[in-house]
């Protein structure tokens, strides 16, 4: 039988399923994260569930002022075991579709050398508009990041 995976907005109770997807993540995190998008009208978090399991996430955070025709996406991340199935690309199709009609290009961070994330993003239409050299902090090392971006609407 093919696996039933449903893409959804964050629920109050989802901090446990979200810690599980972020493990390095401390404490509470999860739950104050959990939270504050819950009260936030810019930010939303998409999860994929299967058999009421939190088996992906993606964040989408909308700009304000001069930048309210901008959004951001961050923290894609889809279960080591469920991956290869398509559903890292449910979840961006997802947060690209509940884009509110003032956002007008989507953008993206993502370290040079995570070749499934730069391809994923690719074949959904995001291409390469820079390189920021030390964007991340990874395990005490600054690495390279590529900045992707996608124009919608
Ligand atoms: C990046 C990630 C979210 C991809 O999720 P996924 O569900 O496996 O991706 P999908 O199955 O939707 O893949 C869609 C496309 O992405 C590309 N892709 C995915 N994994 C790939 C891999 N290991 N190597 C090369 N391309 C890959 C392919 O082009 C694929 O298209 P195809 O199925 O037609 O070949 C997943 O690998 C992951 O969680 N990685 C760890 C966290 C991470 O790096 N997040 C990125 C943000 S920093």
Redesign the pocket.
């Known amino acids: 039988m093919t696996e039933q995976i449903e893409i959804r907005e964050i629920k109050k109770n989802d901090a446990i399923g979200l810690s599980k997807l972020f493990p390095h993540w401390k404490g509470n995190l999860a739950e104050k994260k959990t939270k504050k998008t819950l009260k936030s009208k810019r930010e939303k978090r998409f999860f994929a569930v299967s058999n009421n399991q939190l088996i992906?996430h993606i964040k989408s955070v909308l700009g304000t002022g001069r930048h309210k025709h901008l959004a951001e996406l961050f923290?894609?991340?889809?279960?080591?075991e469920?991956?290869?199935?398509?559903?890292?690309?449910?979840?961006i199709e997802r947060a690209l579709k509940e884009m509110p009609a003032q956002i007008k290009i989507v953008v993206?961070?993502?370290?040079a050398d995570?070749?499934?994330?730069i391809?994923?993003y690719?074949?959904i239409g995001f291409e390469q508009y820079g390189f920021l050299e030390k964007g991340s902090m990874v395990d005490g090392k600054l690495v390279d990041n590529i900045l992707m971006k996608k124009e919608i609407n």
């Open positions: 992906g923290s894609l991340i889809v279960a080591p469920k991956r290869g199935k398509g559903i890292g690309r449910k979840l993206f961070q993502v370290q995570n070749k499934p994330a391809e994923l690719r074949k």
